[in-house]
């Protein structure tokens, strides 16, 4: 008890500022029921007081502390109890935090919204996709390399002699000759997925028929990658006026037609490249196509069988069996010849197409304005070695060289014979031609181009062809004076006929 009253004693003195600033020690007043800090308290006055609010018989609320008059209460650092002095402590503050309230259907908004901008974006992620896509691939995808067609060495001819042995041929049946016939129409089948049909289109791109008239059979000959190359008869385009700027159509073997261009042409040869992009192929024509065999008609010989495949009968899928007939003729043209390998196939009047031996190999282009004057028409091909080399160059988009000279070789025999110097003799100058221009004449002799060295016409078409187009070459040779023949020289801006 003694204790209690010294701790009751030792409470019950607080210090207050006084007005200097100084402390001071108060004495709680007698018959006081609980003492706080810093708060004196007088039964029916109410007051308020930092830290505390109080009322005589009424429930109070404090911050940190809620006490009801009469009941036994218990406070982190304060015990109470009715008619006892307690000690006060620090009193903590609480905070009694209150929810939001939640707003109906705001969930189900939420989910909707989310939707509608997955939607927005996705629609925008897919257009550029697509309209990036395109770029991406060509960015990414490789280079068109050179397209390169070997040249086949050019073989003579050997005459039989007369203590050759012929072989027997063998009797055939009628269960040989159609067997026979059934190999060649399979070799014909597989051949046939390398030709298709070009033919010009007025206006707007539309899906023709490749048998509507006017078309010509062409040849896939190579695939770069990034576009198909077609090599084709230049008919095609010589009933088309360059002014009303044509569009083209390729039909392939599945009968799929997809638009073209006009990638080079030589007008003196007869020859044109379209081209098709390959990303518009379907993949059914991707793998139904092929690309072209190419054969070596330089070994090729009389009485060989050849199958002749294109538009010949004035539709695009014909197809006839013959025989090499004749090797020994050649189709003239400025500044180069190609030999005709001709057959007994017939023809109709401006057919195209291809002819390939037994093993499905091209061995030259059929064109139905070789020898027109014939009576009789039939399949006559220019021989696939001779025009390897300008092929070549126009698949790889380069421009034929082109002087406009047309001419014959002076042999050792000729030379002897008739006392001429060996070279070209020329026979003809095309008319507005580079070599007009230049002033070369017919009966001049070409004995060098550039520097290469002319022993007759196949060497001059070779020198002409390693000449760039625009560029001045030298050319040299021979004419008659009236002294007999002398050193003439000339410089030739060569040309194109595009």
Not at 271 to 292: C, D, H, I, P, Y
Not at 337 to 356: E, F, K, P, Q, R
Not at 434 to 463: C, H, R, W
Request: glycine letters at 12%; a negative charge; charged letters at 25%.
């Amino acid at each position: 008890m003694q204790d209690e009253r010294q701790r009751k004693n030792q409470d019950g003195q607080r210090q207050l500022p006084n007005g200097r600033g100084a402390w001071a020690e108060t004495t709680p007043p007698p018959g006081a029921g609980h003492e706080e800090k810093s708060l004196e308290s007088a039964p029916g006055a109410g007051r308020e007081e930092k830290g505390l609010e109080s009322t005589p018989g009424a429930g109070r609320e404090e911050k940190g502390l809620e006490s009801t008059p009469g009941a036994g209460r218990e406070e982190k650092g304060l015990e109470s109890t009715p008619g006892a002095e307690s000690e006060e402590q620090f009193a903590f503050l609480q905070e009694k935090v209150k929810s939001r309230e939640k707003k109906r259907g705001g969930r189900f908004f939420k989910v909707v919204w989310a939707a509608v901008l997955g939607l927005v974006f996705g629609g925008f992620a897919c257009a550029g996709f697509y309209a990036l896509t395109p770029l991406m691939e060509n960015a990414l995808r490789e280079r068109p390399g050179e397209v390169t067609i070997p040249e086949d060495e050019e073989l003579p001819e050997v005459e039989p002699t007369e203590d050759e042995v012929v072989p027997e041929m063998p009797v055939l049946t009628v269960e040989d000759y159609k067997e026979m016939m059934q190999s060649l129409y399979l070799v014909a089948r597989d051949a046939e997925q390398c030709l298709v049909s070009v033919q010009a289109v007025g206006g707007a791109w539309v899906e023709n028929d490749a048998r509507d008239a006017g078309s010509v059979t062409g040849i896939i000959a190579a695939d770069n990658g990034w576009e198909i190359l077609i090599v084709a008869d230049h008919a095609v385009c010589a009933n088309v006026a360059e002014e009303e700027n044509p569009q083209w159509a390729v039909t392939f073997y599945d009968g799929a037609s997809f638009p073209a261009s006009l990638k080079k042409r030589d007008k003196n040869r007869g020859l044109a490249v379209f081209t098709v992009n390959r990303m518009q192929l379907s993949e059914n024509t991707k793998n139904g196509m092929q690309t072209v065999v190419w054969g070596n008609s330089n070994v090729a010989s009389r009485g060989d069988v050849v199958i002749a495949l294109g538009n010949m009968f004035g539709y695009g899928d014909g197809l006839g069996y013959g025989v090499i007939s004749s090797k020994k003729y050649d189709e003239q043209f400025a500044d180069a010849s190609c030999g005709v390998l001709a057959t007994d196939i017939a023809v109709s009047s401006g057919g195209t197409g291809v002819l390939v031996n037994q093993r499905g190999e091209v061995l030259g282009l059929v064109r139905g304005s070789i020898w027109p004057e014939s009576a009789n028409p039939t399949a006559n091909a220019l021989a696939i070695s001779d025009l390897k080399p300008v092929l070549e160059m126009l698949l790889n988009g380069e421009s034929v060289p082109y002087v406009g000279i047309r001419g014959t070789s002076v042999t050792e025999i000729v030379s002897a014979e008739q006392g001429l110097p060996r070279g070209m003799y020329v026979t003809q100058v095309v008319e507005d031609s580079p070599a007009m221009y230049a002033g070369i004449q017919n009966g001049d002799i070409i004995q060098k181009v550039g520097g290469t060295e002319v022993a007759g016409a196949s060497s001059y078409e070779k020198a002409v062809l390693k000449c760039k187009t625009g560029a001045q070459v030298k050319v040299k040779g021979k004419r008659r004076g009236n002294g007999g023949y002398v050193d003439v020289e000339f410089v030739v801006t060569v040309g194109s006929q595009e």
